[in-house]
């Protein structure tokens, strides 16, 4: 019976460790960047504003919505732009280490900015 109680017992503890693997390899997935037409930059996971993700490899969907603006998104081993005068979509594959990224509108860096962090 002991023998049964610890391999219960070893069993619970295991559990959560497995669950927070899967949950790790979870990582990535389709992030939408978005700039204009006003004077917002965002950036998106599953329609909410982006604070903090795991580490692994994005597909971030690039919605320059102003020939004013552009979107630019700095961090370990990443920095990407779209050009201003473009208008349009662009898809970009990312690798997010962990740090910090920071996101903006270059002309506009005063007051289009934003930043998260990869665990």
Same mark, same amino acid.
């Given at each position: 019976m002991? !023998? *049964? $109680?610890?391999?219960? $017992?070893?069993a619970?503890?295991?559990?959560?460790s497995? *669950? $927070?693997?899967t949950?790790?390899? /979870? $990582?990535?997935?389709s992030l939408?960047a =978005?700039? %204009?037409?006003?004077f917002?930059? &965002?950036? =998106?996971?599953?329609?909410?504003?982006?604070?903090?993700?795991?580490? %692994?490899? @994005?597909?971030?969907?690039? #919605?320059d +919505?102003s020939?004013? /603006?552009?979107? /630019?998104?700095?961090?370990?081993?990443?920095?990407?732009?779209?050009?201003?005068? !473009?208008v349009g &979509? #662009?898809s970009?594959?990312? &690798?997010?280490?962990?740090g910090? @990224?920071k996101?903006?509108?270059?002309? /506009?860096?005063?007051?289009? +900015?934003?930043? !998260? &962090?990869?665990?």
């Open positions: 002991k !023998f *049964l $109680a610890l391999t219960a $017992a070893a619970a503890i295991a559990v959560p497995a *669950l $927070a693997a949950h790790a390899g /979870h $990582a990535g997935g939408v =978005t700039d %204009g037409p006003g917002t930059i &965002t950036l =998106t996971h599953g329609g909410k504003k982006v604070t903090s993700l795991v580490a %692994g490899t @994005y597909t971030i969907k690039v #919605q +919505k020939n004013i /603006h552009d979107f /630019h998104l700095t961090g370990p081993g990443v920095n990407k732009a779209t050009k201003v005068p !473009f &979509t #662009q970009w594959k990312v &690798t997010l280490k962990k910090v @990224y996101y903006v509108c270059d002309p /506009h860096a005063a007051i289009m +900015k934003g930043s !998260f &962090t990869v665990k």
